[in-house]
């Protein structure tokens, strides 16, 4: 376990590793999250196409992205870190839907299935909103 | 003798019926068509306060492209259509409560009981809850639950409730504004409406109404505030709220937080079925779940394979009813016939 600080938390981290398996010899990034229970995780993904952070997440077995990902549960609000890491713009289907949550945050607030797969994310850290 | 009124009111609250679904999104509802064609009697039960699960609530307007023999149709519409379908079957409804507790009896019957204490008797339960239920997103504000139901409401069930108080909204969705307008025409005798933001992202006209009625003075916008705490004696009497770091008292009889809803798996996780990763482990024979009589449906089970597919839930309701009918008619001899030789679709 190598320690991390994510946000405000400095704790050891629990490594997934989902990179193992690489046959198209896929770009290999690392998310730094921290779980709404106060867990560490950094997770190792390929960088899929046609895939977006929500579902990396939950393919790492995070419970998120109940509506399959069409920015209409807030089930992957996430608060996110982005140092030197440019984001894709808001959309004004997934503002309507931030608009709408209590723990919403002008600055860091973001639906993560509304944020294609890309290796520009790599080290992005990402705190899991509680409902 | 004759009953006791309170044994009475008990009795009237007594539902009784062969299958009870608990759940009434698309495979809840198709689950009564199944059943129906085996003269099996159905009664929904949803948290929600219409039938349609998610696509009533979540996505009414949104485009499914793979219901079979619909290139295209909006989930709203599928919700109306099945409606129609099931109609014939004339099931029963329990709306805007939630499950909390089954029961099973030893004559193998389940009693089932609501969050209002509404009680059902069936002889199948049926699970179709999708997600779980869906919960109002809470503000995380101290001594919240002390005033639940006693003046803090998330969902609006009888806005007659509302009549001559003082009512505070907060959120900025459709919901948030829809009430505030409704509301403010000759219910209440007060209503302010708080946001977090200077402005609403709700549908355009339903922000130009509230922008008038605030003008009007019927409703009393604040807005880049919200309340952080609540005060009262048995019930709500004050909120406190906080603008541009300055934090004033506004006296309210209800406050009515509408955040959205969350799906949580809720009451099921104490039923003492088998479950793996929130969802219900079932037999891929008929659905059945580890306690005999209960099935699980759609989403909310899994099993080597799942697809969580409305075309899935569908496919699982009609191989759930088949087997539900040896429990429903211990002794009853079961013919399929298909809908098309039936002629007709005969109901209740």
Request: aromatic residues 8%; glycine residues 8%.
């Amino acid at each position: 376990m190598v320690k991390l600080k994510v946000f405000d938390v400095e704790k050891k981290a629990i490594l997934i590793d989902n990179t193992k398996d690489n046959p198209n010899n896929l770009d290999t990034i690392s998310i730094n999250i921290i779980d709404f229970d106060g867990e560490v995780y950094i997770l190792k993904t390929l960088v899929y196409p046609d895939l977006n952070l929500m579902e990396v997440l939950r393919n790492a077995e995070f419970h998120m992205g109940h509506c399959g990902g069409m920015a209409l549960c807030a089930s992957c609000h996430c608060y996110i870190e982005k140092d030197n890491i440019k984001l894709i713009d808001i959309s004004s289907e997934e503002e309507d839907m931030l608009d709408q949550l209590f723990t919403f945050n002008q600055t860091k607030s973001r639906l993560i299935c509304q944020i294609p797969l890309e290796k520009s994310l790599d080290g992005i850290n990402i705190r899991i909103v509680k409902d | 003798m004759l009953p006791k009124s309170s044994q009475l009111k008990q009795l009237i609250r007594m539902i009784k019926t062969d299958i009870l679904i608990i759940g009434a999104g698309p495979c809840g509802l198709f689950a009564v068509f199944e059943a129906g064609l085996l003269k099996m009697r159905c009664h929904l039960i949803d948290y929600l306060p219409q039938a349609g699960g998610q696509c009533s609530e979540i996505y009414p307007k949104k485009p499914i492209y793979d219901i079979p023999g619909f290139p295209k149709i909006l989930a709203g519409e599928l919700v109306e259509n099945l409606m129609e379908q099931i109609k014939p079957f004339k099931p029963g409804f329990t709306l805007g409560e939630r499950v909390e507790k089954i029961k099973k009896s030893q004559d193998g019957l389940f009693h089932v009981t609501t969050s209002l204490g509404t009680k059902h008797i069936s002889k199948v339960v049926v699970i179709a809850a999708g997600l779980g239920c869906f919960e109002p997103r809470k503000p995380n504000i101290l001594n919240l639950s002390m005033f639940e139901n006693k003046g803090i409401d998330y969902i609006i069930k009888d806005p007659m409730v509302y009549k001559n108080k003082k009512v505070v909204i907060s959120g900025g969705g459709d919901s948030a504004l829809d009430w505030s307008i409704f509301l403010s025409n000759n219910i209440a005798s007060e209503v302010s409406l708080v946001h977090r933001r200077e402005s609403f992202r709700g549908h355009p006209d339903s922000v130009e109404k509230v922008n008038q009625l605030s003008k009007e003075g019927k409703i009393n916008l604040i807005t880049k505030a919200e309340v952080v705490d609540i005060q009262g004696n048995d019930n709500l009497q004050l909120l406190k709220i906080k603008s541009d770091n300055q934090i004033f008292d506004l006296s309210a009889d209800f406050w009515i937080p509408l955040f959205g809803l969350s799906p949580k798996l809720g009451p099921i996780a104490n039923w003492g079925l088998n479950l793996d990763k929130n969802a219900i482990s079932v037999n891929t024979l008929d659905y059945s779940t580890n306690i005999e009589g209960i099935y699980a449906i759609g989403d909310i089970n899994t099993y080597p394979g799942k697809l969580k597919l409305i075309l899935s839930g569908f496919h699982e309701a009609a191989l759930m009813s088949q087997s539900a009918f040896k429990h429903v008619f211990p002794d009853g001899k079961k013919s399929f016939k298909y809908t098309t030789v039936l002629g007709q679709i005969e109901g209740f």
